[in-house]
């Protein structure tokens, strides 16, 4: 047998082999889907690589095979695209090879040639080209129709892989028809765009198109069919359920015009310059995917510089390349703006807002979208004013929720933007807009409210939307003074602020925001009689209503009264002050009983300073009116008292929102004071603020230490106006020279805590310095109880040799102990601190001394916090007794005492952590007993199960009690807390 004959035996027998798998195997189990995977892999590669006149035979039979198995149904992708892939080689098998002579061929790419606005010049026809002017017809096989409706079929597959394998085989076959034959297939891949068709397939479609394109096989003529479908693909976006899908669709449409940049003659593209051009910067600037953005950014760019044509196009390049269209507000709000600069560009960008972007089912796209359109405002006023708010008032009031929450935002903010644009003219808003589109804005609210609109998921967003525009019509100075419509708004306002409670969780605060803004607003405008004099009807009612809400059992409502307190104007607020006060300084002290208001004590500490700073500040004056010298101690009383606030429930530290907002607000109360009346500032307010600043400074929590240590340094430093009266303001400045309110950064502990403890050498701030710092050095993060404790041992390590700065801090130390005995947040943290410091020898100059009296009264007060039944607690005094052994005297006999009462405590766990302290401890100070008795104590503390009956404990407790020379303690009878013997 020849050798040809061998070859193509074996490969009859390779195909033979690779058929029967196919027939007989399936996807549904893993063998038989590996061994498909194989089969096709191999038959794929043998048509890419073999001789077309030893496989042409056998290619009719396989593609009859591959219909049989019909792997387009398979659920395996890797399947389907194999298959896809098979069925393109074997469709390129079928065709001879050769170049299509009619392709589009383009001529110059010199972008140097593009740039200059050149002519390119038409490059002649390859000779391979030339050989085939002459050529004879086509003979196309009937299995070409079959291969190519797979291939079709493939472009609308749900797998991208498969769709881009199929999209590369309709361009490859396409590249070997007639040019009647190929128009064809062209007209099939654009009936991909059809709205019946699924987004799959407008994907699959725009990568054929691109392949095509970059082939040269879509000619020009057919453009004119190609771009509009180009263009809608760039903005492709359906609603599917609670999302939308699209993205890829839109993504590929850019890879569409990123290969037509390449492939054609400016000329051929020059009709479609403008439609292209402004689809590719609408999706750029404003497509919701940063993918897309980035797509259309880098396929206009290809086309400034491949074509030359584009209007404008370097300096918009300039503004929206690659990385500036990666921050969706930064492309909303100024990019957009500087492309509508260009008059070509304008209108398109504002229309795609009001169609595409208004009713998107994304909020946030909707709320963008209405500030672009602010923004975009001033580039076309006529158009805004005439086109697009009529076009808009009756979306305002249509049946689609998402369009009617957008159109009524974007009709607030273009009425705004108007009102802004015509200040610069001396016109007012209804000299620009017609009469018929202010009745219509005065009139949305009723409508909605006739149709109860306000109510359930959709209130949700009309709520909010309504206030945007009452508040954004009240500052255009709308003439509807004294009109039904503001009675109608009032009571929108006030139904929202009482009924807050009944909305979602999730967008309580942005109702909130909205509420309060547009009240402001309203009050400004519509509730003066006279310039800065309140209409008395209305003011007493607002201000007896919301103070009245501050008592509700909503928390919500009180949070909105109190911030609806907080945002009423000077004039509102004029003869009101203290009433107003009162009752924000009763919620922020009374309620803060109950842990669950810890929200609306926030807000009503927030609200204080609102109010002050609105009511402003007069030495004398009356304290009905303004901040005066009769009622400023009892503003700084409220704020500094809620700087205690350690509420604390299932979402953590609560509390800690109160006192950020009381740090906020003493000091924009301050500030306000200080540059006004200083006098009225008295010492003792001003050191009981900073103290209190100095202490949430050494806190353990870094955002809110971060906060507390940036207010302290803007008062330490502030110069216009100087808080006075601040204790140790020259130690302060040396400790933090000005450049620390820039470069300390407080939320590192291992840059706060080497500064904040040089305030434990300053008398005033000690005491609130080192409570601070107790609740870090005796916490649970390791960062920061590392970085506390060791600037603490640093500043005990530099007065060690002072007697008197250590008994200083000593007493310090006492008076917190002595102060939060029963206060487990800072008792447990100080005994483990005292641990701390006790274990590093901090007092060793203490030791030397027989009953000092510091290591007495801290013996005492560690005997009343023993007493409790938090075994966190207990096991934290047991180690502080451990410590305290290292003092002489009767203290020691004491502690002794102490800790084999507790040998015997009626919780196993700490009779049995008590025993190991003990046994440390014996180790550690070797002088506590008598040489001899040691290893009997130590054999006894270590063999004995602590955790047994206490009859059997108590007999070896007394054994020890017998050798250390210590009274047996007496049995309790009577009931106590912790019961001990």
């Not at 077309?52 to 049989?68: H, K, M, N, S, V």
């Not at 110059?108 to 080209?129: G, H």
């Not at 003792?684 to 809110?704: G, N």
């Not at 130390?813 to 947040?825: A, E, K, Q, V, W």
Request: proline share 4%; aromatic share 6%.
């Amino acid at each position: 047998m020849t050798r040809p004959d061998v070859k193509q035996k074996r490969l009859g027998d390779f195909l033979d082999w690779s058929l029967t798998t196919i027939s007989q195997t399936n996807d549904q189990s893993v063998r038989d889907i590996m061994v498909l995977d194989g089969a096709l892999q191999s038959l794929a590669k043998l048509f890419k690589h073999g001789k077309r006149d030893d496989l042409l035979q056998y290619a009719p039979t396989i593609l009859q095979c591959l219909e049989q198995k019909n792997l387009s149904e398979s659920s395996q992708a890797m399947l389907r695209k194999l298959g896809v892939k098979l069925i393109q080689r074997l469709g390129l098998t079928f065709l001879k090879p050769r170049l299509a002579t009619w392709r589009y061929q383009r001529g110059s790419r010199s972008l140097a040639a593009n740039l200059s606005m050149s002519q390119s010049i038409t490059v002649a026809a390859t000779p391979e080209v030339e050989t085939q002017k002459l050529e004879e017809d086509y003979d196309i096989p009937e299995e070409l129709e079959t291969v190519i409706e797979h291939l079709l079929v493939g472009l609308k597959d749900k797998e991208t892989i498969v769709r881009w394998s199929a999209a590369k085989g309709i361009g490859r076959v396409t590249g070997r028809l007639p040019k009647e034959l190929a128009d064809e297939v062209v007209g099939s891949v654009l009936d991909c765009f059809s709205f019946q068709e699924t987004d799959n397939a407008w994907h699959g479609g725009c990568l054929a198109l691109a392949e095509l394109g970059r082939r040269g096989l879509l000619l020009p003529s057919r453009l004119t069919d190609v771009v509009p479908l180009i263009v809608k693909s760039l903005t492709y976006d359906e609603k599917r359920g609670a999302c939308s899908v699209g993205s890829n669709v839109r993504d590929s449409a850019c890879y569409v015009c990123w290969s037509f940049a390449r492939a054609y003659e400016p000329e051929e593209l020059e009709p479609f310059v403008t439609q292209i051009a402004s689809a590719l910067l609408i999706t750029a600037v404003f497509d919701r995917n940063v993918n897309c953005r980035r797509a259309a950014s880098a396929a206009f760019q290809e086309n400034v510089g491949r074509q030359g044509t584009f209007p404008h196009g370097i300096d918009i390049v300039t503004a929206a390349d690659y990385y500036a269209v990666g921050n969706i507000n930064n492309c909303y709000l100024n990019i957009s703006v500087h492309i509508a600069s260009f008059p070509e560009y304008t209108e398109a960008m504002i229309d795609h807002l009001i169609a595409m972007k208004i009713n998107h089912w994304d909020s946030v796209i909707r709320e963008l979208s209405t500030k672009a359109l602010h923004n975009l405002t001033p580039k076309a006023p006529n158009y805004m004013a005439t086109t697009v708010l009529p076009q808009m008032l009756p979306m305002a009031v249509g049946i689609d929720l998402h369009g009617r929450h957008g159109a009524i935002m974007a009709c607030a903010e273009i009425t705004h933007a108007l009102y802004k644009l015509g200040l610069q003219t001396n016109r007012t808003v209804v000299d620009i807009i017609s009469s018929e589109c202010v009745d219509a804005l005065k009139n949305i609210h009723q409508k909605l409210s006739d149709r109860k609109q306000y109510r359930g998921f959709g209130g949700e967003l009309m709520r909010p939307a309504m206030c945007g525009l009452i508040e954004k019509l009240s500052l255009s100075k709308m003439p509807f003074k004294n009109e039904t419509v503001i009675t109608g708004w009032q009571s929108l306002i006030d139904d929202t602020i009482k009924n807050l409670h009944l909305v979602s969780s999730g967008v309580k605060d942005c109702i909130m925001v909205a509420v309060v803004s547009a009240l402001s607003a309203l009050c400004e405008e519509y509730y003066q009689d006279e310039p800065g004099q309140a209409n008395s009807g209305m003011q007493d009612v607002l201000v007896s209503q919301y103070i009245e809400g501050l008592k509700s059992p909503q928390m919500l409502t009180r949070c909105g009264s109190a911030l609806a307190l907080g945002s009423l104007p000077r004039f509102m607020i004029h003869s009101k002050l203290n009433q107003i006060l009162e009752g924000l300084q009763q919620m922020c002290t009374v309620s803060q009983k109950d842990g669950s208001f810890t929200e609306a004590r926030r807000d009503a500490v927030k609200a204080i300073a609102q109010v002050c700073v609105k009511a402003g500040v007069s030495a004398h004056g009356s304290p009905d009116s303004a901040l005066c010298s009769k009622n400023v101690a009892e503003v700084y009383g409220a704020l500094l008292n809620s700087m205690n606030d350690y509420t604390t429930d299932s979402r953590g530290d609560v509390g800690a929102w109160v006192r950020e907002a009381a740090m906020t607000s003493l000091m924009d109360v301050t500030m306000l004071v200080a540059s006004i009346a200083p006098e009225i500032l008295l010492p003792d307010l001003v050191k009981c603020m900073m103290c209190c600043l100095a202490q949430q400074s050494a806190e353990k929590i870094d955002h809110y230490r971060a906060h507390a240590g940036n207010v302290f340094l803007r008062l330490l430093h502030s110069t216009e106006p100087a808080v006075p009266h601040i204790p140790h303001r020259e130690e302060l400045l040396s400790i933090f020279p000005v450049e620390t309110t820039t470069s300390l950064n407080w939320n590192a502990p291992s840059q706060a805590f080497q500064y904040i403890t040089q305030l434990l050498g300053l008398p005033q701030y000690q005491y609130h310095t080192l409570l601070g710092l107790t609740v870090s050095v005796g916490g649970i993060t390791e960062s920061t109880v590392h970085f506390s404790s060791q600037s603490l041992f640093d500043y005990l390590r530099g007065i060690q040799d002072n007697h008197a700065d250590l008994t200083q801090f000593g007493d310090a130390l006492l008076s917190i102990f002595r102060d939060n005995l029963r206060n487990d947040r800072v008792s447990i943290p100080f005994l483990k601190m005292l641990d701390q410091i006790l274990a590093n020898s901090c007092f060793e100059i203490f030791t030397t001394q027989e009953n000092h009296q510091f290591c007495v009264d801290l013996l005492a007060l560690c005997k009343e916090c023993k007493k409790t039944k938090d075994i966190s607690k207990l096991r934290a005094c047991v180690t502080v007794f451990c410590g305290l052994i290292q003092f002489q005297g009767e203290v020691r006999k004491k502690v002794l005492s102490q800790l084999l009462m507790l040998l015997c405590h009626s919780y196993p766990v700490i009779r049995k952590t008590t025993a190991s302290q003990m046994y440390e401890m014996l180790l550690t100070y070797d002088d506590v007993i008598n040489p001899e008795m040691l290893d009997d104590v130590m054999t006894l503390l270590s063999d004995t199960n602590w955790e047994s009956d206490l009859a059997t404990v108590r007999t070896h407790r007394n054994q020890l009690c017998d050798w250390l020379g210590v009274p047996r303690p007496q049995v309790v009878t009577k009931q106590s807390p912790v019961q001990v013997s």
